[in-house]
């Protein structure tokens, strides 16, 4: 069972940046998403990539986010600029649709 564990969250002021990784303990042949979910809201998907870089994202983040993988690394990246009080919440990985158990996530904070 491939594990998913997610790292680079922290604690950033509105318009600062962050870059969080998602390292797979096997190889991920499917298209990769990142996720959010703020206190007391549903579980959001906010960027999609597929194994060949084709990329998507939310509304929200367009223009602000990159997401970005390393096949090779099994490892998959969220580059986030110009964040938002409303970026603050728990960022996860999987696949999309998601089909590998949720890792603990990435707390990102936002805040001045």
């Known amino acids: 069972q491939v594990q998913l564990v997610e790292s680079g969250g922290g604690l950033v002021q509105p318009g600062g940046s962050l870059r969080l990784s998602c390292a797979a303990s096997?190889?991920?042949?499917?298209?990769m998403g990142w996720y959010r979910q703020a206190p007391g809201k549903q579980r959001e998907l906010v960027a999609t990539?597929?194994?060949?870089?084709?990329?998507n994202y939310a509304v929200s983040v367009k223009g602000r986010f990159t997401i970005s993988r390393d096949n090779a690394k099994n490892t998959v990246y969220l580059q986030m600029s110009s964040l938002k009080l409303e970026d603050t919440a728990v960022y996860y990985c999987?696949?999309?649709?998601?089909?590998?158990?949720w890792g603990q996530g990435t707390q990102v904070t936002v805040s001045s």
């Open positions: 999987n696949t999309n649709p998601s089909a590998i158990p």
């Open positions: 096997g190889s991920i042949f499917s298209t």
């Open positions: 990539i597929t194994k060949g870089g084709s990329t």
